[in-house]
């Protein structure tokens, strides 16, 4: 609690945001942390799915409640936003929200394809209310793409987009990269461009519609990958990294670290830029009988035996637990990182009192340790605010953006529209 | 060639890059691309060591050389920059990037910990210079964590930011994912903060100082693991996605197609909040048979035995092709992506059409075909413009920057300055 600053950045900037899931939410949240006032329009009742994916909870299944069920998932992409309830299905529901949108700055939505047209706030229709707003969309496919009216989520998007093709080991199926980069790698790359497009608007007043999709957000993820292609003109092969490559870079693999748990294991890679890694890892593991040796001396000559390199690296890895040999290799300045796992993380001394992990107090689900953005403003974190209950901020934004008042606002709950 | 526009969104915007493989330069290469001029600041003779990474070729293990071995690699990450040489280590060279820091908007590196600082450029001396500048710095590791001074690349990142630790196989050691994530993903986030804090100055003239680990980014990349962990208590395995989890989401997994080649897949998810997702693959695959009944027709119900729905599943899927199969199921609108390898991505002709891939025409390689930004800009992508050769614009940045004049910089050339 009371870990790092208001960040001020994007103050005064107003964001409507139409946005569910993650690859929309994680988007407009790196502008609410950076300190734009975010509107999260969620419709009464039900709100944003992602407040509700915990399985065997009310609601999981599609099932209509009001129940936030998982709210760890939900404060995770929603933190520092604001909630306001419309129901966009009534007139007067969509009279508030084109109201809201004549005074945003910013308007982001990842709906299905053809929902936002549909709900009649199409780009044409917006840019008539406000031709300065910066209107965003994410989807899954491309405008003229042959997939452009498919849905996607997280998973199908790195499928198509490549990155589950070189993901796995070279003898089994491909398996999908844990962490949601087709939905947080999406969003960040919107997130780069609005803020482009809002620092021209500052200057010309001048509005703009943009439009990513995950699979081709994919593709700016790929490009090493790609790069090999090019080279190669062959389809890059997945390599599990358990050992290092036949004539590729060597040492530069996962090594095994005791007590041998599923993620006992330390990255450990010598750069082919860097020719001293070897000789420093070399001092490390006191094996400098080899220093000079013809066999290993340079990348070229580890190449063409990586199972002898790779069994002299684990040798001393497996004596070592991760932690150490992440810090004694690490010391000696060649690369190596120890695979911590998600439980590592969470309970990381540093990472807490860095401001990286935040803990929050929710009204309802109390106290919630989750990730911040990872930047660092003038040596500080940005301050994590707790995730918005639905239709918590109506008064607020109704209030501040358009004037209602009480009474206006108490006739609009009557209705049923807020 | 000719496709999309040059985006002015930073238009007059200067940067002096110090950046060096890919974490640094994908965050420039997006100002770039959004308009900004970015300056790379390179060692004459050999520049940003990317330029030579490819095995087997000169200066692939550290040797001195002038060639860019692997241009494919470097292009990818230093398109539409400008280069300018500068002996840093002359005194002569070193007072030249000052005068240029003075002009500058934003500075960004990505050096090894302390190098920038051995350089007589750490934020307190930069900052002197030029008050307004936004100083940016990508590392490894976190200023106070206990692996502050060490070094890392992607891998390493990706080791120590858990998302190692949750790819791959539950029954094998985990994998790296495939995509650069440690490095790119870094980037970006980066790039966030950077154009926030310059929407600020915009208004303020105030400068600032970001600084960013390669491992806390990672975390931001990992908040659907973590948030499962905050559920669970427990570490989240490693589940390799060829097969539903018991319990879990039922379908929602990688399945086998014709002709059964190693990327021959199809992701298919059936999302918990919309459960007319089945109902439609049930369709899709002609076994509208099963529609109502009670063993399948809930994602409870399917949760109890994914094996008998996955064998449903594949019975289909193996008699089309990837693309086949993520046709048909996409119109239907159930989630479907085939797993595209990188040969398949760099030949699809709608990426290409869209202008997701690019072909520049560079001086030296030729005709290269490359990932271009992904987000339009009112229908347009930005025009790919080629890597700059080492040193190429050092008479138009310190002449336009500088006025320097052609004796002037005649000086620097025979002194070995740039």
Tied chains: 1, 2.
């Excluded at 590592?344 to 990286?356: P, T």
Aim: with cysteine; aromatic share 6%.
């Amino acid at each position: 609690m009371g870990v790092g600053v208001e960040l001020d950045c994007l103050e005064g900037i107003r964001v409507v945001d139409f946005t569910q899931f993650e690859a929309g939410p994680s988007c407009t949240e790196s502008l609410a942390w950076l300190g734009a006032e975010v509107v999260k329009i969620e419709n009464p009742g039900l709100g944003d799915p992602g407040r509700r994916l915990q399985k065997g909870k009310p609601g999981h299944d599609g099932a209509q409640t009001i129940t936030d069920s998982d709210p760890w998932y939900f404060h995770q992409y929603n933190a520092n936003k604001k909630s306001v309830t419309l129901n966009l299905k009534s007139p007067r529901g969509l009279e508030i929200v084109r109201e809201l949108l004549k005074k945003a700055d910013v308007m982001v939505e990842n709906m299905a394809p053809g929902t936002i047209e549909r709900l009649g706030l199409s780009y044409d229709e917006v840019e008539k209310l406000n031709p300065g707003i910066i209107y965003c969309q994410i989807k899954g496919f491309g405008t003229g793409s042959p997939y452009e009216k498919s849905l996607a989520f997280d998973m199908i998007a790195q499928a198509a987009g490549g990155t589950i093709s070189v993901t796995g080991d070279a003898d089994r199926p491909p398996v999908k990269p844990g962490p949601s980069l087709g939905d947080t790698g999406t969003g960040m790359l919107m997130a780069i461009s609005l803020l482009g497009a809002l620092f021209k608007r500052s200057k010309t007043g001048q509005g703009c519609r943009l439009q990513v999709a995950m699979q081709d957000a994919m593709i700016h993820y790929m490009r090493v990958p790609l790069s090999k292609t090019q080279l190669t003109g062959q389809a890059v092969p997945r390599d599990g990294t358990s050992r290092s490559t036949p004539g590729g870079l060597v040492p530069n693999a996962l090594y095994p670290c005791k007590p041998g748990g599923p993620n006992d294991y330390v990255y450990v890679f010598c750069s082919r830029a860097n020719p001293e890694h070897w000789q420093r890892l070399l001092k490390v593991m006191g094996r400098e009988d080899l220093s000079g040796n013809a066999r290993y001396d340079t990348q070229a000559a580890r190449a063409e035996r990586p199972a002898e390199v790779d069994a002299i690296v684990a040798d001393w890895t497996r004596k070592h637990t991760k932690e150490e040999a992440m810090t004694l290799i690490g010391a000696a300045s060649v690369p190596a990182g120890a695979v911590f796992d998600t439980l590592e993380l969470m309970n990381d001394a540093s990472l807490a009192e860095r401001g990286i992990m935040q803990t929050i107090d929710h009204p309802t689900t109390g106290k919630v340790k989750m990730p911040a953005w990872p930047v660092r403003f003038d040596g500080e974190p940005a301050r994590v605010k707790p995730s918005p209950l639905l239709g918590q901020h109506v008064d607020d934004v109704l209030g501040s953006w358009l004037g209602l008042d009480a009474k206006a606002l108490g006739a609009l709950r009557k209705e049923g529209i807020v």
